[in-house]
């Protein structure tokens, strides 16, 4: 047996264990860091978008609910949608961006849009849209 070759090839394994580390293991670290931003900023934008249409919702027509005598309610669209919008605005969730509210005469929806800044890549668009409705003695 040739001893000299032996005690010459001593800490090959480092030397692969140290790319295989580089190339494959670093890479997939930040996928998954890259991944887990995406994914709680979607749940985030989820979340602050249905708190939002929410308090859209709540808010009904007050001085013909007084009119009617407390018998009729009905969605005040104007102040439904102004009141979603200042909730998202309140929020002060960043990389919001390109908010929507639409209504109707009982459902407030809203779209919006999260640039969620990643590691390595640059950046991702979330888009996410929500909708509640307005609904009287259930």
Do not use: K, W
Request: with cysteine; hydrophobic share 45%; aromatic share 4%.
């Amino acid at each position: 047996m040739n001893t000299a070759r032996v005690a010459g090839e001593r800490g090959q394994v480092l030397v692969m264990a140290a790319a295989v580390l580089a190339f494959l293991f670093v890479p997939l670290c930040v996928f998954l860091v890259d991944t887990g931003l995406v994914e709680a900023s979607y749940a985030q934008l989820g979340e602050t978008l249905q708190a939002s249409v929410e308090d859209g919702a709540s808010q009904i027509d007050q001085q013909g609910f007084r009119q009617s005598g407390g018998q009729r309610a009905v969605l005040d669209q104007a102040a439904a949608r102004q009141t979603c919008e200042r909730s998202l605005e309140t929020s002060g969730m960043p990389g919001l961006d390109a908010v929507q509210v639409s209504t109707t005469a009982t459902t407030v929806t809203a779209t919006a849009t999260v640039h969620v800044r990643l590691l390595v890549v640059g950046s991702a668009s979330v888009t996410q849209t929500r909708s509640a409705s307005f609904v009287l003695g259930r």
